[in-house]
């Protein structure tokens, strides 16, 4: 059978039968997840913040202000994330980011898309809004070996055909956020994003800003502000996970 691999991924295929991530159950095809551990994930649903994409329990009807970004005034219109924080999803990205696991941006790559059942993002796919994924500073990038926002952006753009612009760099190293307040992380990244080149003449309609998890979104909005003063229009951000 010819499945349009390399040899050599023919070989390790055969070296390594592909096995689910989550349960280590056999799988045919070219995925990391079952279709039953993938269906499990837990998604985001309504209701959930139109502008940082917090997920709430229960039923709210008509605006409400969300507790995580009512006083806080972002460079980009919303935020989206496919799918809430859980123990196995965050440990998919751990995987991928700290663990080198890179086929793994492939899978969350897919499950990103998932985002694009929200309306606002219809707009984006009609007008061909580039991915930008969050740069890292070269020397992490190149400890780590890659990207995962770039694996990330590069599987949404396969599924998509939306296309993939390195638009931003990182300029110079900053801090791990983890423990780092939002404000902290604020001041941390101040003036951390550069643009690599000037946006086209033609600049599209949207930018959509892509990467693994959405925190206090300080990160994305760094980048965000960074593409406005460039002269972008709209501008999104769509994640895989909420963190
Ligand atoms: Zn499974
Ligand atoms: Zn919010």
Not at 21 to 46: D, M
Not at 118 to 132: G, I, N, S, T
Request: hydrophobic share 35%.
């Amino acid at each position: 059978m010819r499945t349009g691999k390399t040899p050599l991924l023919e070989v390790l295929d055969w070296l390594y039968p592909p096995i689910c991530e989550i349960c280590g159950l056999g799988l045919s095809e070219g995925k990391a997840l079952c279709e039953p551990c993938a269906e499990r994930l837990p998604r985001i649903v309504t209701p959930f913040c139109d502008v940082c994409g917090e997920h709430f329990q229960g039923l709210i009807d008509g605006p409400f202000d969300c507790p995580n970004c009512n006083e806080i005034s972002f460079h980009f219109e919303f935020a989206r994330s496919a799918m809430v924080r859980s123990d196995a999803t965050l440990n998919l990205v751990h995987r991928l980011k700290y663990g080198k696991e890179i086929h793994l941006g492939a899978e969350l790559g897919r499950l990103a898309c998932l985002a694009f059942s929200d309306r606002r993002l219809a707009v984006a796919l009609e007008e061909k809004w580039p991915l930008v994924p969050v740069p890292l500073h070269r020397s992490r990038q190149m400890e780590r070996q890659f990207n995962q926002a770039e694996e990330i952006a590069r599987s949404i753009s396969i599924e998509t055909g939306l296309p993939v612009s390195h638009l931003l760099k990182r300029g110079r190293r900053t801090e791990t956020q983890t423990r780092l307040s939002r404000k902290q992380r604020m001041e941390n990244l101040r003036g951390a994003f550069k643009l690599r080149e000037p946006l086209p003449e033609n600049v599209p309609p949207g930018y959509l800003l892509v990467d693994d998890v959405f925190t206090t979104g300080s990160t994305v909005d760094e980048c965000a502000k960074v593409l406005r003063k460039a002269g972008a229009g709209r501008i999104a951000v769509l994640t895989v996970m909420r963190g």
